[in-house]
C-alpha cells in the first residue's frame, strides 16, 4: 500500500514530467535525424567525390564514437570556441547528427539496391533527374530503408536517456533525483524502465505496423 | 588548436590511454559474458519448447527494450544494495553490458542458425546424432562462422556503450578524459582526443574480427 | 521365412495439418534387394523415406529392423536404429564446413567413437570406393553435385548401414553427372547392398531393381517386378505415369 502511494504521489508525476522532456527531445532529434540520414545518404551515392569523401568521413566519426563523447564535446566542448548551448541544446544536436550518420547508412544501402534497369526506365520515359528520384528511386528506396531507419528511432528513444548525462533533466534525470532523495533505486528504476520498455515497444509495433500499410508486392526486404 | 591544448593532451595521454585498458577490460567481458549467454538463449529460442522460447523472448525484449543508463543504475544502485551484495562498478557495468550483449548477441546466432538449410540436421540425425552433437558439431560452427561480420558490428556497440559506464563512476577512457578536462578546462581537445582513441579501438577490433573471419573461413563457403 | 525381411515398415500415416500424406504404407524388403519408389512429384515418397528412419515423426505405423520393432521415442534406441539405416538425399546435405574427408569422419568419430586413426582409414577407404581417392581434402563448395553425391554416399556406407534409403539421388544433378553416381549405385547392388530409392530413372530401375512400387496420393498403387510394371501395369495411372516418365527421361544412363 505505501509503495503504491509513493508511487502514485512520486514518482509516477516525476517520471511524467521528465517524459514529457523526453519525448521533446526524442521527437525532433528523430525527425532531423531522418533528414540528415537522407541527405547524407543521397550524397554518399550520388555526390561529387569530394562531397562523398567528406560525408563519408562525417558518418565514419560518428559512428566510430561514443554517444557520450559526442555529447560532451557539444556540450562541455564548445565553449572552448566561445559557443554555449543549453543541456538541452546540445542534446538534440548530439542526438541528430548521430542518429543521422546511422540513418545514412540505411539510405546509403537502399540507394544502392536500386536497381540500373530502374533509373534506365525512368530516363527512357523522358524524366528528369529530379523526377526520377523523386517519383521512382525515392519511393523504391525509402520502403527498403524503412525497417532499418526506423530501428534507428526506437535506438534512439533509449539513447535519449544519455542526456542526463549532460544535465538534461529528462525521464531517466528525474529518476536519479527522485531516487536518491527517497533512496528507492529498485522501484524507481524498474519503473522507469517500465516507461522506457512501453515507448520502445510502442514504436516498435507502430514501425511494423506502417511497414505493412507500405509493403507493395515482391518488395519485401529480407532481414537486414 | 591551440598549443596549450596540445600541450594538456599530450600531458593527459599515459592517464588517458590507461583507462582504455579499463575499456577494453570492460568490452572483453561484456562480449565473452554476452556470447556464453547468447548461444544458450539462441538455441533455447530455435529448438526450445513453447514455454522457453517465451521467456527467450521476454528477456531479449527487456534487455533491448531498457536503456543501457537505466539498467545500470538499476543495478548498481538497486539490485546491489537490495540484495545486500558488494559489487564494484566496473563488475556491475561487465554484467549488465554483458546480459544486454547477450539479448542482441542471442538474434545474431538466431539470425545463422535459422538461415542454415533444415538438410544440414536432418543429415545429422540420420547419420544416428543426437541433437546435441548435431548442434554442437555441425550446426553451431557454421553459425558462429556466419556471425562474424554482425559480431563485429556488435563489438563496436559495446565498445561505444562501455562509455556510459562512466556513469557509475569506473575509470574508463570517457571518465579520464572528463576528470582532466574539468581540471585544465581544454574540454574540446580532450574530448577530441578521445573520440580519437575510440576510433582506433572501433577500427582494430573490427579489423582484428576481419582477420579471425578470413582464417577461419572455408574454401568456397557462403550463404 | 527363408527369407527373413531386414527391415519391414507396417501401416505408416503421416498428416500435415488435415492434409493426408501418407495413408497407410506397408512394404518389406529382404537382404540385397532394391526396391524403388516412383510416382508423381508430392505423392509422398521423400514423406515415407524420412518416416522410415524418423526424421519425420509418422502418425502412426510400426517399424521392424531384422526383427525387432524400432521405438522412436526411446533416444538410444532411435540414434542405434538410424546408425543402422543410411540415408541419401536428394540434395547432399553435406555438411558445409567440413571437407570431404571430415564428412565422411565425423559421425564414425562423435557417433560411433572411433579413434582418429582407423576412423580416417575407414573414411579414405570408403572416398576412394566411390571413386573421390583425389578429392578428400576438398570442401562440398569445391566439389560438382556428383562429386557430392558420391561424398555422401560414402559418408552413408562408413557406418556399414544394413539399408539405405535414397531420396531421388540423381534428380539434382545435371544430365552428364547423373551416370557416375548411378555407377557407384550399380556397384552397390552388386556387392548385395540393400535398398529402397526414390528415382525418376525408369532404366536403371528396369535394370536393377527387384521392385517398382507406385505411389499416388500417399497409397501404393502397385507393386511388383519391373518387367510387369513398367510393360503391362494393371492399374490405368501407372501405365500413363511410366510413360510420361519414359518421354521425359527415356534413356537415364
Ligand atoms: N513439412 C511439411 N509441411 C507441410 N506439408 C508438407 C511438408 N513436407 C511435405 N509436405 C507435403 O507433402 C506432400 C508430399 O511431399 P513429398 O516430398 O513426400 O512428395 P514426393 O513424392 O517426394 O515429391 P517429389 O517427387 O516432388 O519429391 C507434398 O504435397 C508436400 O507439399
Ligand atoms: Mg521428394
Given at each position: 500500500m505505501d509503495e503504491w502511494q509513493f508511487f502514485q504521489s512520486q514518482v509516477f508525476p516525476s517520471l511524467m514530467k521528465g517524459f514529457k522532456v523526453s519525448i521533446s527531445l526524442i521527437l525532433p532529434s528523430a525527425f532531423l535525424g531522418v533528414c540528415i540520414g537522407i541527405w547524407a545518404g543521397s550524397?554518399?551515392?550520388?555526390?561529387?567525390?569530394?562531397?562523398?569523401?567528406?560525408?563519408?568521413?562525417?558518418?565514419?566519426?560518428?559512428?566510430?564514437?561514443?554517444?557520450?563523447?559526442?555529447?560532451f564535446f557539444w556540450y562541455f566542448g564548445l565553449p572552448h570556441v566561445g559557443i554555449y548551448l543549453s543541456p538541452f541544446a546540445a542534446s538534440v544536436v548530439g542526438f541528430?547528427?548521430?542518429?543521422g550518420a546511422y540513418q545514412s547508412e540505411y539510405v546509403r544501402g537502399a540507394l544502392l539496391s536500386i536497381k540500373k534497369g530502374q533509373m534506365l526506365a525512368a530516363q527512357a520515359l523522358g524524366f528528369s533527374k529530379w523526377q526520377m528520384l523523386r517519383s521512382v528511386i525515392l519511393p523504391q528506396a525509402l520502403r527498403r530503408a524503412l525497417p532499418g531507419c526506423g530501428n534507428e528511432i526506437i535506438y534512439l528513444i533509449k539513447y535519449s536517456s544519455l542526456a542526463y548525462m549532460v544535465t538534461c533533466i529528462e525521464m531517466t534525470g528525474e529518476a536519479k533525483i527522485l531516487a536518491s532523495h527517497y533512496f528507492k533505486y529498485t522501484e524507481v528504476f524498474l519503473a522507469v524502465g517500465a516507461f522506457y520498455l512501453v515507448l520502445v515497444s510502442l514504436a516498435g509495433w507502430f514501425l511494423h505496423h506502417l511497414e505493412g500499410r507500405l509493403s507493395i508486392p515482391g518488395f519485401e526486404h529480407h532481414g537486414k | 588548436m591551440m598549443p596549450e591544448g596540445l600541450i594538456a593532451v599530450f600531458q593527459a595521454l599515459p592517464y588517458i590511454l590507461q583507462g582504455s585498458f579499463v575499456t577494453i577490460g570492460i568490452v572483453l567481458g561484456a562480449m565473452g559474458f554476452g556470447l556464453a549467454m547468447g548461444i544458450p538463449l539462441a538455441l533455447g529460442q530455435v529448438y526450445g519448447s513453447p514455454p522457453v522460447r517465451v521467456a527467450v523472448r521476454i528477456y531479449v525484449w527487456f534487455f533491448r527494450g531498457v536503456p543501457l543508463l537505466v539498467l545500470l543504475f538499476l543495478f548498481y544502485f538497486g539490485f546491489c544494495s537490495l540484495l545486500d551484495i558488494n559489487l564494484s562498478a566496473f563488475t556491475v557495468s561487465v554484467a549488465v553490458l554483458g546480459l544486454i550483449s547477450a539479448a542482441y548477441q542471442s538474434q545474431i546466432f538466431r539470425g545463422a542458425i535459422a538461415s542454415l538449410p533444415a538438410g544440414q540436421l536432418k543429415a545429422a540425425r540420420a547419420l544416428g546424432m543426437s541433437d546435441a552433437k548435431a548442434v554442437w558439431f555441425i550446426i553451431l560452427p557454421q553459425a558462429l562462422r556466419l556471425s562474424i561480420p554482425a559480431w563485429s558490428n556488435e563489438y563496436s556497440i559495446v565498445l561505444k556503450d562501455s562509455a556510459v559506464a562512466y556513469a557509475l563512476g569506473v575509470a574508463e577512457i570517457m571518465a579520464r578524459t572528463h576528470f582532466v578536462a574539468t581540471r585544465t578546462y581544454q574540454h574540446l581537445p580532450l574530448y577530441l582526443a578521445a573520440g580519437t582513441i575510440y576510433l582506433i579501438l572501433t577500427y582494430a577490433g573490427t579489423r582484428g574480427l576481419r582477420l579471425l573471419e578470413n582464417k577461419v573461413r572455408i574454401r568456397g563457403y557462403s550463404r | 521365412m527363408e527369407n527373413d525381411p531386414i527391415l519391414r515398415i507396417e501401416d505408416i500415416k503421416k498428416a500435415y495439418r488435415a492434409r493426408e500424406i501418407l495413408k497407410g504404407i506397408s512394404l518389406s524388403i529382404s537382404k540385397g534387394e532394391l526396391k524403388v519408389l516412383i510416382g508423381p512429384s508430392g505423392g509422398g515418397k521423400s514423406t515415407l523415406l524420412q518416416c522410415i528412419n524418423f526424421l519425420v515423426m509418422p502418425d502412426g505405423g510400426d517399424v521392424w529392423l531384422e526383427g525387432r520393432k524400432v521405438n522412436?521415442?526411446?533416444?538410444?534406441?532411435?540414434?542405434?536404429?538410424?546408425?543402422?539405416?543410411?540415408?541419401?538425399?536428394?540434395?547432399?546435405?553435406?555438411?558445409?564446413?567440413?571437407?570431404?574427408?571430415?564428412?565422411?569422419?565425423?559421425?564414425?568419430?562423435r557417433v560411433k567413437g572411433m579413434d582418429k586413426k582407423s576412423a580416417r582409414e575407414r573414411a579414405v577407404a570408403e572416398l576412394e570406393r566411390v571413386g573421390l581417392g583425389k578429392h578428400i581434402d576438398h570442401y562440398p563448395a569445391q566439389l560438382s553435385g556428383g562429386q557430392k553425391q558420391r561424398v555422401s554416399i560414402a559418408r552413408a556406407l562408413a557406418m556399414d548401414p544394413k539399408v539405405m534409403l535414397l531420396d531421388e539421388p540423381t534428380s539434382a544433378l545435371d544430365p552428364e553427372l547423373i551416370g557416375e553416381v548411378l555407377a557407384v549405385i550399380k556397384n552397390l547392388v552388386a556387392n548385395g547392398m540393400t535398398m529402397i530409392m526414390a528415382t525418376h530413372q525408369i532404366s536403371f530401375s528396369s535394370a536393377f531393381a527387384t521392385e517398382i512400387i507406385f505411389m499416388e496420393d500417399g497409397l501404393i498403387v502397385e507393386q511388383g517386378p519391373p518387367s510387369k510394371i513398367l510393360s503391362s501395369a494393371e492399374c490405368a495411372r501407372t501405365k500413363e505415369f511410366c510413360s510420361k516418365i519414359y518421354d521425359l527421361h527415356g534413356e537415364g544412363n
Amino acid at each position: 500500500m505505501d509503495e503504491w502511494q509513493f508511487f502514485q504521489s512520486q514518482v509516477f508525476p516525476s517520471l511524467m514530467k521528465g517524459f514529457k522532456v523526453s519525448i521533446s527531445l526524442i521527437l525532433p532529434s528523430a525527425f532531423l535525424g531522418v533528414c540528415i540520414g537522407i541527405w547524407a545518404g543521397s550524397m554518399r551515392v550520388y555526390g561529387s567525390t569530394w562531397l562523398r569523401k567528406l560525408v563519408d568521413a562525417y558518418v565514419a566519426i560518428f559512428r566510430g564514437t561514443p554517444l557520450v563523447v559526442q555529447l560532451f564535446f557539444w556540450y562541455f566542448g564548445l565553449p572552448h570556441v566561445g559557443i554555449y548551448l543549453s543541456p538541452f541544446a546540445a542534446s538534440v544536436v548530439g542526438f541528430s547528427l548521430c542518429s543521422g550518420a546511422y540513418q545514412s547508412e540505411y539510405v546509403r544501402g537502399a540507394l544502392l539496391s536500386i536497381k540500373k534497369g530502374q533509373m534506365l526506365a525512368a530516363q527512357a520515359l523522358g524524366f528528369s533527374k529530379w523526377q526520377m528520384l523523386r517519383s521512382v528511386i525515392l519511393p523504391q528506396a525509402l520502403r527498403r530503408a524503412l525497417p532499418g531507419c526506423g530501428n534507428e528511432i526506437i535506438y534512439l528513444i533509449k539513447y535519449s536517456s544519455l542526456a542526463y548525462m549532460v544535465t538534461c533533466i529528462e525521464m531517466t534525470g528525474e529518476a536519479k533525483i527522485l531516487a536518491s532523495h527517497y533512496f528507492k533505486y529498485t522501484e524507481v528504476f524498474l519503473a522507469v524502465g517500465a516507461f522506457y520498455l512501453v515507448l520502445v515497444s510502442l514504436a516498435g509495433w507502430f514501425l511494423h505496423h506502417l511497414e505493412g500499410r507500405l509493403s507493395i508486392p515482391g518488395f519485401e526486404h529480407h532481414g537486414k | 588548436m591551440m598549443p596549450e591544448g596540445l600541450i594538456a593532451v599530450f600531458q593527459a595521454l599515459p592517464y588517458i590511454l590507461q583507462g582504455s585498458f579499463v575499456t577494453i577490460g570492460i568490452v572483453l567481458g561484456a562480449m565473452g559474458f554476452g556470447l556464453a549467454m547468447g548461444i544458450p538463449l539462441a538455441l533455447g529460442q530455435v529448438y526450445g519448447s513453447p514455454p522457453v522460447r517465451v521467456a527467450v523472448r521476454i528477456y531479449v525484449w527487456f534487455f533491448r527494450g531498457v536503456p543501457l543508463l537505466v539498467l545500470l543504475f538499476l543495478f548498481y544502485f538497486g539490485f546491489c544494495s537490495l540484495l545486500d551484495i558488494n559489487l564494484s562498478a566496473f563488475t556491475v557495468s561487465v554484467a549488465v553490458l554483458g546480459l544486454i550483449s547477450a539479448a542482441y548477441q542471442s538474434q545474431i546466432f538466431r539470425g545463422a542458425i535459422a538461415s542454415l538449410p533444415a538438410g544440414q540436421l536432418k543429415a545429422a540425425r540420420a547419420l544416428g546424432m543426437s541433437d546435441a552433437k548435431a548442434v554442437w558439431f555441425i550446426i553451431l560452427p557454421q553459425a558462429l562462422r556466419l556471425s562474424i561480420p554482425a559480431w563485429s558490428n556488435e563489438y563496436s556497440i559495446v565498445l561505444k556503450d562501455s562509455a556510459v559506464a562512466y556513469a557509475l563512476g569506473v575509470a574508463e577512457i570517457m571518465a579520464r578524459t572528463h576528470f582532466v578536462a574539468t581540471r585544465t578546462y581544454q574540454h574540446l581537445p580532450l574530448y577530441l582526443a578521445a573520440g580519437t582513441i575510440y576510433l582506433i579501438l572501433t577500427y582494430a577490433g573490427t579489423r582484428g574480427l576481419r582477420l579471425l573471419e578470413n582464417k577461419v573461413r572455408i574454401r568456397g563457403y557462403s550463404r | 521365412m527363408e527369407n527373413d525381411p531386414i527391415l519391414r515398415i507396417e501401416d505408416i500415416k503421416k498428416a500435415y495439418r488435415a492434409r493426408e500424406i501418407l495413408k497407410g504404407i506397408s512394404l518389406s524388403i529382404s537382404k540385397g534387394e532394391l526396391k524403388v519408389l516412383i510416382g508423381p512429384s508430392g505423392g509422398g515418397k521423400s514423406t515415407l523415406l524420412q518416416c522410415i528412419n524418423f526424421l519425420v515423426m509418422p502418425d502412426g505405423g510400426d517399424v521392424w529392423l531384422e526383427g525387432r520393432k524400432v521405438n522412436p521415442h526411446r533416444k538410444r534406441e532411435l540414434y542405434g536404429y538410424r546408425q543402422q539405416v543410411g540415408m541419401i538425399f536428394q540434395d547432399f546435405n553435406l555438411f558445409d564446413h567440413l571437407s570431404a574427408l571430415q564428412n565422411v569422419q565425423i559421425a564414425l568419430l562423435r557417433v560411433k567413437g572411433m579413434d582418429k586413426k582407423s576412423a580416417r582409414e575407414r573414411a579414405v577407404a570408403e572416398l576412394e570406393r566411390v571413386g573421390l581417392g583425389k578429392h578428400i581434402d576438398h570442401y562440398p563448395a569445391q566439389l560438382s553435385g556428383g562429386q557430392k553425391q558420391r561424398v555422401s554416399i560414402a559418408r552413408a556406407l562408413a557406418m556399414d548401414p544394413k539399408v539405405m534409403l535414397l531420396d531421388e539421388p540423381t534428380s539434382a544433378l545435371d544430365p552428364e553427372l547423373i551416370g557416375e553416381v548411378l555407377a557407384v549405385i550399380k556397384n552397390l547392388v552388386a556387392n548385395g547392398m540393400t535398398m529402397i530409392m526414390a528415382t525418376h530413372q525408369i532404366s536403371f530401375s528396369s535394370a536393377f531393381a527387384t521392385e517398382i512400387i507406385f505411389m499416388e496420393d500417399g497409397l501404393i498403387v502397385e507393386q511388383g517386378p519391373p518387367s510387369k510394371i513398367l510393360s503391362s501395369a494393371e492399374c490405368a495411372r501407372t501405365k500413363e505415369f511410366c510413360s510420361k516418365i519414359y518421354d521425359l527421361h527415356g534413356e537415364g544412363n
